[in-house]
């Protein structure tokens, strides 16, 4: 079993910046990757962005280039910073960590709240 604990996170102005961040303990042994995904008002949860063991990192289009997801290995905790923050970044913010079967543990959730 493996548990997150996610901290960061609150209300900015657009333009503004916040990070979250995410840390892993239990069986780390079973992830391959981490991620972030977020789920705003009515829509589904999509991913945000992830990064592998190896530290390879996969953004989704619309945060490329404002978003960066970083690891701290010696503290098994994974990085969220958000920069350039627009309204459309509001949402619920959920750390995941990947397994053998897919995206099976998942933090308890950070509202990110950007306003105008």
């Known amino acids: 079993q493996v548990h997150l604990v996610q901290s960061g996170g609150g209300s900015v102005q657009a333009g503004g910046s916040l990070r979250l961040s995410c840390a892993a303990s239990?069986?780390?042994?079973?992830?391959?990757?981490m991620g972030w995904f977020r789920q705003a008002s009515g829509k589904q949860r999509s991913l945000v962005g992830s990064?592998?063991?190896?530290?390879?990192?996969n953004y989704a289009d619309s945060v490329k280039g404002r978003f960066t997801i970083s690891r701290d290995n010696a503290e098994n905790t994974v990085h969220l910073q958000m920069n350039s923050l627009n309204v459309e970044d509001t949402a619920v913010y959920y750390c995941?960590?990947?397994?053998?079967?897919?995206?099976?543990?998942w933090g308890q959730g950070t509202q990110v709240t950007v306003s105008s």
């Open positions: 995941s960590a990947r397994g053998p079967l897919g995206w099976a543990w």
């Open positions: 239990g069986s780390i042994f079973s992830i391959n990757a």
């Open positions: 990064i592998t063991n190896g530290g390879s990192t």
